[in-house]
């Protein structure tokens, strides 16, 4: 039969296929894990990179949207908000350039008012603020045109007095 020798024999040579098969089956999980991890951490990273980039203000940053699952659709969600954050940003810096040219006309406009001239009106384009303001600088300066216009029809009546007393003495 088989002999002690030849028992322990093969004990240890199943010990050793039973080790190295362990450490293989274990090897494997563990490439399998971390493999694992990445595919589910890789996408979130993405994520939290594109976060990062539309907080500090790049909001031409998009996200990866090619997954088919949850993640692709919070990628869809932070690049439709992307969008509408620069459309928002795009829509202030053209009210910003137009006050700022409002603001311009109505300047030159108290220019030459400051100047003297009492004629014409500044334009009032809308019915904020801004262009009730316009409107009341408008009025101000209609005021001060007819106060001056009383202002020249008082002289001309006194000098015209004044020679009418001068000729009958």
Excluded: C, I
Excluded at 42 to 52: I, K, Q, T, Y
């Amino acid at each position: 039969g088989l002999s002690l020798e030849g028992l322990n024999l093969a004990l240890a040579q199943s010990r050793r296929y039973l080790v190295g098969l362990t450490l293989v089956l274990v090897s494997g999980a563990l490439l399998f894990t971390a493999l694992l991890a990445r595919w589910f951490t890789e996408p979130l990273l993405d994520l939290a990179e594109v976060s990062r980039e539309l907080a500090q203000g790049n909001l031409e940053a998009r996200a990866d949207t090619t997954r088919g699952d949850e993640l692709g659709l919070l990628g869809e969600g932070l690049n439709r908000m992307a969008q509408r954050l620069r459309s928002q940003v795009e829509r202030e810096r053209l009210a910003r350039e137009k006050l700022q040219e409002r603001v311009r006309d109505l300047l030159d406009f108290a220019d030459g008012v400051m100047s003297g001239n009492l004629h014409g009106q500044a334009r009032v384009e809308e019915l904020d603020e801004m262009g009730q303001l316009t409107m009341a600088v408008n009025e101000m300066v209609r005021h001060l045109r007819s106060l001056l216009e009383e202002e020249r029809a008082t002289r001309h009546h006194l000098e015209n007095s004044k020679k009418a007393l001068e000729e009958a003495h």
